[in-house]
């Protein structure tokens, strides 16, 4: 494995050979800005884990972009050394792992629709985040994970690719559960879901085309089926759905 290491260092200029990232590290800079396109003809998958967020605004959003892999705007409370980006080239995907060390503003992360992407927001306290899918993000059969106290607005649009399978969500542990979590949820023509809610309380604005399946679960007015193209476990503190088929 070809391992990349981008060390964030103060006054230092340091490139990453392979991938060809340049990373710009100024001691007075509170705002930082990392991109990366795909190397032609690649499709692998990438693999994000952000970690360890506190006190922080965080969004990931998609863009009809097929050659973009990621791009990462940082925003700090004050000048410092508060996290670190590495990067992985694996035989069947890229990695990327954003870790902070200290308290981070806004991370903004724009990701593009020529490859999929599993995400894992393992850990954090404090978070405002917003997590859409759409503009044609290629959903693949991945996994989306976020385990953070704070809020969370998760939107499901009708404009996602779904022609190599679907998304497994998993929202929420003890601790580290949104409160409240907000869920905007539109299927495409084609697509079914399921999401278990459990025990958590649950408040609709709109239930359209799904029904309630007893204990928590709700499903797709086509149920049953083997494998829904969206399957969420949710924990959390309180929740409030607008859930469209």
């Not at 694996?90 to 954003?98: A, E, H, R, V, W």
């Not at 779904?162 to 580290?176: M, N």
């Amino acid at each position: 494995m070809e391992r990349k290491m981008m060390a964030l260092v103060a006054v230092a200029l340091v490139a990453v050979m392979v991938s060809a990232v340049l990373l710009v590290w100024n001691a007075s800079a509170t705002s930082f800005h990392y991109e990366r396109k795909y190397p032609a003809g690649e499709t692998k998958y990438v693999k994000m884990v952000v970690d360890n967020l506190k006190d922080t605004n965080l969004t990931i959003a998609f863009i009809d972009d097929p050659l973009l892999m990621y791009s990462i705007d940082v925003v700090l409370y004050e000048p410092g050394m508060t996290y670190t980006i590495e990067e992985a080239e694996l035989p069947y995907s890229f990695t990327i792992d954003l870790v902070a060390t200290g308290r981070i503003q806004s991370i903004t992360i724009a990701l593009g629709t020529g490859a999929s992407y599993q995400i894992h927001i393992p850990d954090g306290d404090n978070v405002d985040a917003v997590v859409a899918f759409g503009n044609g993000a290629m959903l693949e059969g991945r996994y989306f994970g976020y385990s953070c106290s704070g809020t969370l607005n998760f939107i499901f649009g009708e404009n996602v690719n779904i022609t190599k399978g679907g998304l497994d969500v998993d929202i929420g542990r003890p601790a580290r559960e949104p409160d409240p979590l907000y869920l905007d949820i539109d299927f495409p023509d084609g697509m079914d879901g399921r999401i278990d809610f459990g025990p958590d309380p649950v408040t609709f604005t709109q239930l359209a085309g799904w029904h309630h399946e007893g204990f928590g679960i709700y499903s797709t007015a086509s149920w049953p089926f083997e494998n829904p193209g969206l399957h969420m476990t949710v924990d959390c503190g309180s929740c409030l759905a607008d859930l469209h088929d």
